[in-house]
């Protein structure tokens, strides 16, 4: 079993539309919690750390549910701009924070 | 540009030959992390450095495989008698650890390695 699984894709959305994406992670040790956006043939940037309380970055909400070990991302009113893949991360206090990422999964804004 | 930088950007090589490739973090980040990503993968963790001291390595590093920091600066990763399965992407990241705080891993764009 993969240590972060995600919902597999591709996304294909319309443009204005509402996403979401899940995840769901192995390790109950992990702490620290991250969606990260990778453009095609670009390097992961950091999106959204994710806490417990649940949080917002203007359309963009996370949420993370550690008694179910599961994450996710919301994406509301979606542009031709977050066209990329999503990636769920997570990471364990005090490993480093190594970071152990999900394959990903790929969104398609469409006109 | 003050981002991790790294070279080469694409490398090709025949199999068995070695291979090295460097990375540059940001200036005065004392963490430095090797991570690989293949096709429709997500990224895997190799290594990682703090300051010089290599604290941890994957099991996906076999003994092929040797990164070094030697001045707490730039890595290098280097890869012996290379496989057609190291073809893949290798990425760079850097992190300013403080306390024991998390700290954003900023990346690099990768060198992506072709082994023929």
């Known amino acids: 079993r993969k240590e972060v699984e995600q919902d597999p894709g591709p996304f294909n959305v319309p443009e204005g539309a509402t996403v979401a994406f899940n995840c769901t992670y192995s390790?109950?040790?992990?702490?620290?919690f991250f969606w990260y956006r990778q453009d095609c043939r670009k390097e992961p940037k950091l999106l959204m750390s994710v806490y417990s309380s649940g949080n917002e970055d203007g359309r963009f909400t996370a949420q993370l549910n550690r008694a179910s070990q599961y994450i996710s991302l919301l994406i509301r009113d979606s542009k031709l701009s977050d066209s990329a893949t999503y990636l769920c991360v997570v990471s364990l206090t005090g490993g480093g924070n190594k970071l152990t990422f999900g394959t990903g999964t790929q969104l398609k804004v469409e006109l | 540009d003050t981002g991790v930088s790294q070279n080469p950007r694409h490398k090709i090589t025949k199999r068995g030959q070695n291979v090295t490739f460097r990375c540059d973090p940001i200036s005065e980040h004392n963490r430095l992390y090797w991570y690989r990503q293949t096709l429709g993968q997500g990224p895997e963790f190799l290594t990682y450095f703090q300051n010089e001291a290599q604290l941890e390595k994957s099991r996906l590093l076999s003994d092929r495989f040797s990164a070094e920091r030697p001045k707490g600066s730039f890595s290098t990763l280097e890869i012996q008698r290379t496989e057609q399965g190291d073809s893949a992407m290798y990425l760079c990241?850097?992190?300013?650890?403080?306390?024991?705080?998390?700290?954003?891993?900023?990346f690099g764009p990768g060198t992506r390695l072709t082994v023929l």
């Open positions: 390790n109950s040790a992990s702490q620290s």
């Open positions: 990241a850097s992190s300013l650890r403080r306390g024991g705080k998390y700290n954003e891993q900023f």
